[in-house]
């Protein structure tokens, strides 16, 4: 299949309704110009489209925890931080219906980011879907139908 590279804060170089689905898997966090990129998302999806976000949770219990040893923290590429109003707010900004936000942690990959937390994966091998307070988001939003 053919491989488009390029920065995600950048027009994405596709038609318009190109896609059923678009991914953001720990991305959003990265971006300095996140409602440009989810704007571009909704351009490129189809109505009914899905787009689908994980991105650490501003909600979490790991921050009060870890503090600046939180996952966070600990990569200076991390520009955004969103809690589920903040993201929910987003995706209407960019004409996206959030169908799905949750909170999950990634318990098998949990120190992969920090040294600090590694021997947990020892004792755990699961990813626990919560209603609040996970490490992270998981949100599944919809391209709104246009008007007539």
């Known amino acids: ?5 390029g920065s995600a804060d950048d027009p994405l170089p ?27 998302c909704a351009r490129v999806l189809k109505s009914g489209g899905k787009l689908f976000v994980i991105t650490l949770n501003a909600h979490s219990l790991a921050p009060p ?9 600990l990569d200076p590429t991390h520009v955004h931080m969103f809690s589920k109003r903040r ?11 959030a169908e799905q936000i949750t909170t999950m942690s990634n318990l098998p990959l949990v120190g992969e980011g920090n040294p ?4 947990l994966r020892k004792v755990t091998g699961r990813i626990l879907v919560t209603p609040a307070l996970g490490d992270s988001l998981l949100a599944v ?3 709104v139908a246009a008007s007539r």
């Open 14 to 40: 596709f038609a318009d309704a190109s896609f059923d689905a678009v991914t953001m898997l720990d991305v959003i966090e990265h971006l300095p110009r996140y409602p440009q990129a989810l704007a571009e």
């Open 116 to 119: 600090f937390l590694k021997p």
């Open 87 to 97: 993201l929910r707010g987003a995706f209407a900004d960019a004409g996206l219906d």
């Open 65 to 73: 925890l870890l503090g600046r040893r939180w996952s966070f923290w």
């Open 141 to 143: 939003a919809r391209k």
């Open 1 to 5: 299949a053919p491989v488009e590279t």
